[in-house]
């Protein structure tokens, strides 16, 4: 497990450290092609080196444990850096539309866009190889952080396709391809925006310890009610972590000690069955017991 969480690392470091060039690329494509979908990568690929660094940042952090100060653990840290990418995507989206729409309304000539179809060129490929690293990786072991990535440059390699073919197609010079370079720019946005709501509703909700839609948690009930009748049932999740609660009325000719060997067994038994679970059982107090009797 130690291993693979070496590997998930240096593939997170990876990933940011080689995304290093996009912004600096496709700044000197903007550069040279004075496009507003260049300009409109430009702001994406800003936005997703930030994920991808704080999204690094988050998974080592997570990875330490818990310390003095975060007696749980710093997985809020993810939720978190997932917020605060998804304001800025949203905020991202909002100025590419207004500059697409200045772009339809005073379309302007494109320059040397030989830059920036190297860059997206060279976006496709990387960012598809990464696609299926993450993809591989969270077949291994599925955390919600390397499912974001999977997901994230899956959209990267899509993104980087329509803006190589945007540019191919306003290098034509077709009397209509100056509003293809605009209309490429709304694909983006739209891109941009839908992610970053996405991304911040999730992670607001995640702050807030909604219940995590897992099948399994049904099951967990299941084993549960073996030990008697389940009184509450509460479930949190902190990244890959999931925090389950239970108040359990066990039957009343079952003494203390008997009551808390089931409860360590049944600890046991899901620490086997679902290691990334963390069970808390709340038995009847010592009044309560011998109010029964």
């Known amino acids: 497990m130690k291993e693979l969480h070496r590997k998930k690392e240096k593939t997170l470091r990876a990933a940011w450290l080689i995304s290093l060039w996009a912004p600096l690329g496709t700044g000197v494509a903007l550069y040279f092609g004075q496009t507003t979908i260049l300009f409109a990568d430009f702001l994406r690929r800003n936005t997703e080196l930030l994920g991808l660094f704080l999204a690094w940042l988050a998974y080592r952090r997570v990875m330490q444990g818990p310390d003095k100060r975060f007696h749980f653990g710093a997985e809020k840290m993810e939720d978190m850096a997932s917020l605060l990418v998804g304001l800025i995507m949203t905020g991202s989206a909002i100025i590419i539309t207004y500059s697409a729409i200045q772009s ?27 696609w299926v690293r993450f993809r591989g990786l969270n077949k291994e072991e599925t955390t919600p952080i ?19 073919i945007t540019l191919i197609l306003v290098g034509l010079g077709w009397g209509w391809s100056i509003y ?13 925006f839908f992610s970053g709501i996405k991304t911040s509703r999730q992670s607001v909700l995640q702050l807030l310890d909604r ?31 999931i925090y389950l609660e239970a108040g359990i009325e066990f039957p ?13 067994q049944k600890i046991k038994e899901f620490q086997n069955c679902w ?19």
């Open 146 to 164: 390397f499912t974001a990535q999977g997901g994230l440059y899956r959209a990267k390699t899509l993104i980087d396709f329509v803006v190589l």
């Open 275 to 293: 290691p990334h679970v963390f069970l808390t059982i709340y038995p009847p107090t010592e009044d309560k017991k011998n109010e029964n009797n």
């Open 180 to 192: 293809i370079d605009p209309l490429g720019s709304l694909v983006i946005a739209c891109f941009l």
């Open 211 to 241: 219940a995590p839609e897992d099948n399994r948690i049904p099951a967990m009930k299941t084993e549960l009610e073996k030990l008697g009748e389940v009184k509450e049932f509460k479930v949190r999740s902190a990244g890959q972590k």
């Open 252 to 264: 009343p000719d079952l003494t203390l000690p008997e009551i808390r060997e089931k409860i360590t």
């Open 104 to 130: 339809f309304i005073s379309p302007d000539i494109p320059g040397w866009l030989l830059p920036g179809l190297l860059v997206a060129g060279g976006g496709v490929l990387v960012n598809g190889w990464f």
